[in-house]
């Protein structure tokens, strides 16, 4: 019951709950609307949206704001993208030319192919032909062409040359085609012509003509300024003629060759005598009586009318911001006028001819490829030569008034470089900032449009600058002035600083241009429609010649009704010129008409123009400038990020590279690259990184005061600049000056480290202030560890042999060197252990290298050794010791007398002493004993890398059984990387036991090395060397009771030898220098040191017996003391002689081998020998084998 009542109750609540949520929503339904809620909402959406376009404001400006700097590159050549903004139709001409006035349209059609024939042959005429002839004989680093590369060359450029035959031959077609055509429309004959036409004036006709004529006549330019070129040409010729003797030899026949010389003749006549342009204008223009020129005067005065509006206009505007356009405009000007002298043969105009020839003195010289002018002068003098010799006076020198012209130009020259500079500077500014204004639309394209046609006009006139001063002083040798080469560099870094500001707001330019294009059609359509609208109301009162102007109206406003292309462009010009001629638009009018078509054709071709007008190719042939501007540049860091512009123009070049035909551009390039790194090497990388390490050594050092660095006294200069700048391109590689300064302070600071380990604090505090100041992160050492008994370093011991093996004694049983002499309380020594921590520190290959170092050292001691027995004295002395022992060896038991031993150690001191009481034949005691020091520490090195590679490989488990991790890798199917990393390994492990196992007999490779030519019988004098080895021993062993004499009695360390108990390499030197010349059995012979020391027995003994004696006899003190002093000296000198005795003996095991001496007609290859001696330093003229000692002096 519980339970029902329960749920009853949850049933009653629901039901309660739903009827009032429907109480709820019938109120909502019916609930009164005043709008507020709306009102309210949409409120808010109005201030979130202006919030929204407020923050996408700030941030569109603050991007603006922090984006690339003014002095930073983007280079075009390495980004991804590239934007391409040229209007672009697949239309065709006859799709685009469409009236009912179907002869207007044939005229328009016709001259509209033809106009864009003569723009593509102009085009390709610049693109294609100029490289090849420009570059040819460059790649000759002599400056002199070689026989037969030189034909191979030219073979090469056949193909090349064949093709230019055929443009030139194609180009001369266009151009009959073209004055063929105007003659027949400009004749009375012709009804279009009566009905209107004769007041049509089609200059765009004439400038397309005109500018084909002058690419022309500069092509024949650069066939024929190339000296080298020609001088190919020649030998190329003289090549043929030979074959023509000997055809069946060159696998041809006499009949092929004449064939081809006759080939040859006619590129010469056309190309390499500079025919092309009188080719074009010399030719036949009449046609069978059905076109007739030469004698059409209405033909002949639209041609003369056409060639003085454009003198005209050149007169019109002869400012200097307009110079480059000018120039063009007089070039086309004087080719026309070399065609209308051909064709009609008119010596009457003078003033015409006089108008034209003046026009040189203000535009003296034009730019054509590299290093090629075109002069007018020249030209007008070749190809209208009756005009020049009429009307020119004869006392008239192009070379005088060349120079002239080009002081005139000297004058002025920095002050336009200065104006440019500024003008640069006030565009590039009004770029970054005027090209993001959001102000009205209309005034925003305007002002953009404005931007991008000064942009191009600047660039076209800086270019033009550059190219007129630097020509000019070519052709007419005039000298540049310093000061004038780092202008001309200004010049070119203002040229990239355009072309990559254009780039850089790229991404504005394509969004705004088709715009501007859009807008200026507009304009034009607004000056065109009214003139339509008024014409079609009044169609029936029309004249013939009123009708076509309305077709050309209806065609020209269709054309303005679609993207601005080349084809459009064209017909457009045409039509106007037809409108022009109605005489419906005022002079005003056409004028703004003129100019807005002048806009549109820079607007639609604006990338290439820019990159035309900017391209800085012509740097190749003025590399001498660039070591004149790096120094510059390093003496003014402020300018270092200029150098960016520098190398983005010094890139230009490789597009003349790639165009070359006969050679690989990457010829080009290399020489090109070696040359520009060479300089920037000496000029900027090589004093910039010295002044770096040099700053940063004062600046550590300063508490020392080295040196004055007061700023305001001795100038400062932010060297900082230059590693801010990015690494620069050139071609396909970089020039990355951070890296550079990074890499050579790391290894200087590092090598210097290893020398003078106790400086590493200082270099690391001088890594530190590197990326403080300069921002150069240096690697950090990670040299291997040391030990606290590191002792000297092998390194430094192996640099300074010479002197280690005279402050050092060597002990042969304990294998130890120890310091003669030290100015501390305290000795040096060395042993194995320190050895091999050297070896841990600076690798095993040291090994090798030391005993390279050892056996340079052995030869010069050898040649000391040699003239020291050679000496007359000495060498008769060796001789009758040796002649007294043969014949007296019987009687005297086999055994060398010690008295004449020691006889000779007496009387040699007749030669002289030197200023410390040293014999000669104690200093060539002295000569062996470094001798023996330096095979000691041979022997030392060799006992340490055993100690070193027995440390390494003692993490090897079996070293019986050592898997190869190689064949395990492959196994698994691991990376390459891995593998690599596994046969690394490998080869590690296999040399460490080779070497465990085996090492290095290096004692076996210098008696190798030395024991030939020590043998050799022309070394005679040597061969009685074991007879002075018992004089030696003597002197030694007299010298060994003084040094520890001394040491016993703590003598003051001072101008004598400190006391000492060791000096075993006399023992080491003896045994060496007996086996190389194999007289260890020749002194055993003499029984020197058992002889000796029986002799010293014997004596001992008497001694004894007679000291016994006199102590028995005499009471006195003094003669007992007397004896026992003889007695403890002779039991001391017999003690030495037995020392003596077991290191000799001992050295002789580290010589007990049986070695091959090679013979000279046995020599072994140096393959063989590369894997037993070490590469020693070979002195020049010593053949394959170790230099022998030098031979002995004459006999004084």
């Known amino acids: 019951r519980r339970e029902r009542e329960r749920e009853g109750e949850q049933g009653r609540e629901g039901e309660d709950t739903v009827q009032e949520r429907m109480d709820e929503e019938e109120y909502k339904f019916d609930a009164f609307d005043d709008g507020s809620s709306r009102m309210v909402g949409k409120h808010q959406e109005e201030k979130m949206m202006s919030f929204c376009t407020e923050y996408a404001t700030k941030l569109r400006e603050m991007e603006e704001t922090l984006d690339a700097s003014l002095i930073e590159v983007w280079d075009p050549f390495g980004d991804a993208v590239e934007l391409f903004v040229e209007p672009m139709e697949s239309a065709g001409l006859v799709d685009l030319v469409k009236t009912d006035n179907k002869v207007l349209g044939k005229v328009i059609l016709v001259f509209s192919s033809l106009c864009l024939e003569m723009r593509k042959l102009s085009r390709i005429a610049r693109k294609r032909f100029y490289a090849p002839f420009v570059l040819f004989g460059k790649e000759q680093k002599s400056g002199s062409l070689t026989e037969g590369d030189t034909q191979v060359k030219m073979g090469r450029l056949l193909p090349f040359l064949k093709e230019l035959s055929d443009f030139v031959n194609r180009a001369t077609d266009v151009v009959r085609n073209v004055i063929r055509q105007l003659a027949s429309l400009y004749r009375d004959s012709n009804e279009l012509f009566k009905n209107g036409f004769k007041s049509v004036h089609l200059e765009s006709v004439y400038e397309h003509l005109g500018q084909l004529l002058a690419d022309l006549s500069m092509l024949d330019e650069v066939c024929t ?64 009586k059905l076109v007739v020129v030469k004698k059409n005067k209405y033909f002949r005065a639209e041609l003369l009318r056409a060639l003085k509006t454009t003198l005209a206009r050149i007169d019109a505007r002869p400012e200097r911001r307009t110079q480059s356009r000018q120039a063009e405009a007089y070039v086309r000007a004087c080719a026309l006028y070399g065609l209308y002298f051909h064709v009609f043969q008119d010596v009457s105009d003078k003033k015409l001819f006089k108008r034209v020839w003046d026009l040189h003195l203000t535009y003296p010289i034009m730019h054509v490829a590299g290093n090629v002018s075109w002069v007018p002068a020249t030209f007008l003098t070749q190809r209208v030569q009756y005009m020049v010799k009429t009307i020119i006076k004869s006392t008239y020198s192009a070379d005088n008034v060349g120079r002239e012209l080009t002081k005139r130009f000297d004058q002025e020259f920095e002050a336009m470089v200065a104006s440019s500079y500024r003008e640069v500077a006030v565009w590039t500014a009004r770029m970054e900032s005027s090209l993001g204004n959001r102000a009205d639309l209309r005034q925003m394209l305007d002002t953009r449009a404005s931007l991008l046609l000064e942009g191009l006009r600047l660039a076209k006139e800086i270019a033009y600058l550059f190219k007129t001063f630097t020509l000019l002083h070519l052709k007419f040798r005039v000298q540049v002035k310093p000061s004038y080469v780092l202008r001309l560099c200004e010049l070119v870094e203002q040229l990239k600083a355009l072309q990559y500001t254009f780039y850089r707001r790229s991404g504005i330019v394509g969004e705004s241009l088709s715009f501007i294009m859009q807008q200026v059609q507009f304009n034009l359509q607004s000056r065109f429609l009214p003139l339509k609208v008024r014409m079609e109301s009044v169609t029936q009162k029309l004249t013939p010649a009123n009708l076509d102007a309305l077709a050309s109206l209806t065609v020209l406003l269709q054309m303005l009704s679609g993207p601005s292309t080349p084809k459009r462009q064209i017909i457009l010009r045409l039509c106007a010129e037809r409108v022009f001629a109605s005489g419906a638009i005022k002079e005003v009018d056409r004028a703004a008409v003129e100019a807005g078509l002048d806009q549109l054709r820079e607007l639609s071709d604006m990338r290439r123009s820019v990159n035309d007008a900017c391209n ?383 090492g290095s007999e290096y004692f076996r490779i210098l008696v190798k090395a030395f024991a030939k030519e020590f043998r050799n019988p022309s070394n005679i004098h040597l061969q009685t060397f074991y007879c002075i080895v018992p004089p030696l021993t003597i002197n030694y062993v007299e010298y060994m009771l003084g040094l520890k004499d001394q040491l016993a009695k703590e003598a003051k360390r001072g101008g004598k030898d400190p006391g000492s108990f060791t000096d075993d390499g006399f023992a080491m030197g003896l045994v060496f220098i007996l086996k190389l010349l194999n007289q260890l059995e020749e002194f055993d012979s003499l029984h020197w040191f058992q002889g000796t020391l029986d002799k010293l027995y014997r004596e001992s003994a008497e001694l004894r017996a007679t000291m016994e004696r006199k102590t028995k006899k005499s009471k006195e003190d003094g003669a007992v003391q007397s004896a026992t002093m003889v007695f403890g000296r002779n039991q001391r000198y017999m003690k030495e002689f037995e020392m003596l005795r077991f290191s000799f003996n001992g050295a002789r095991i580290f010589f007990r081998f049986d070695e091959e001496v090679e013979q000279p007609k046995e020599e072994k290859s140096a393959d063989e020998n590369a894997g037993e001696q070490p590469p020693p330093e070979q002195d020049s003229g010593s053949g394959g084998g170790p230099p022998p000692p030098p031979p002995p002096p004459p006999p004084m």
């Open 225 to 288: 300024q190339n000296n080298m070129l020609q001088q190919a040409w020649a030998m190329y010729k003289r090549m043929t003629k030979a074959m023509k003797g000997d055809a069946s030899r060159y696998g041809t026949e006499e009949g092929e060759i004449l064939k081809f010389e006759k080939f040859l003749m006619t590129l010469e006549a056309r190309v390499f005598e500079g025919q092309i342009y009188a080719t074009a204008v010399q030719q036949e223009f009449d046609f069978d």
């Open 616 to 998: 800085c190719s012509f740097m190749y042939w003025n590399m001498e400038t660039l070591a004149f501007y790096f120094k510059s540049v390093y003496k003014n860091p402020a300018r270092a990020p200029s150098l960016q512009y520098i190398f983005a123009a010094l890139n230009d070049t490789n597009e003349y590279f790639e165009a070359a035909q006969y050679v690989e551009g990457a010829v080009f390039r290399e020489e090109m690259v070696k040359g520009v790194r060479g300089h920037f090497e000496e000029h900027i990388l090589k004093p910039l990184r010295e002044k770096i390490e040099i700053d940063l050594r004062l600046q550590i050092h300063s508490h020392l005061k080295v040196s004055d660095r007061d700023p305001f006294r001795n100038g400062a200069s932010d060297l900082s600049r230059f590693l801010r700048i990015p690494p620069l391109r050139l071609f396909d590689g970089f020039i990355d000056m951070r890296q550079c300064i990074s890499s050579y302070l790391d290894a200087t600071f590092y090598n210097l480290t290893t020398v003078a380990l106790y400086d590493w604090k200082t270099y690391a505090e001088m890594r530190n202030l590197a990326k403080e100041k300069y921002g150069l992160v240096l690697s950090e050492f990670h040299l291997p560890g040391q030990t606290l008994e590191q002792g000297l370093d092998v390194l430094e011991i192996m640099r300074n042999i010479h002197i280690f093996v005279q402050r050092f004694n060597y002990n042969l049983n304990n294998q130890i060197f120890i310091e003669k002499m030290s100015e501390s309380k305290s000795l040096n020594t060395i042993n194995i252990r320190h050895i091999a921590n050297s070896i841990r520190t600076h690798g095993a290959g040291i090994m090798n290298t030391t005993v390279n170092f050892t056996y340079l050292f052995l030869m010069r001691k050898f040649r000391v050794f040699s003239q020291f027995l050679y000496d007359d004295h000495i060498r008769s002395r060796l001789i009758k010791d040796t002649r007294f022992y043969r014949e007296s060896r019987t009687e005297l038991n086999n055994q060398y007398p010690f008295e004449r031993a020691d006889r000779f150690n007496k009387e040699i001191r007749r030669l002289g002493v030197s200023n410390t009481g040293i014999t000669y034949l104690g200093k060539f005691r002295i000569l062996i004993t470094e001798i023996g020091n330096s095979l000691g520490y041979v022997r030392m090195i060799r006992s340490g890398g055993l100690r070193y590679i027995s440390n390494a490989i003692k993490f090897v488990p079996d070293l019986r059984r050592i898997q190869k991790f190689t064949g395990m890798v492959e196994e698994e199917g691991l990376s390459n990387e891995t593998k690599v990393a596994a046969s690394n390994l490998d080869a590690v492990l296999e040399n460490l036991m080779k070497n465990f196992t085996e």
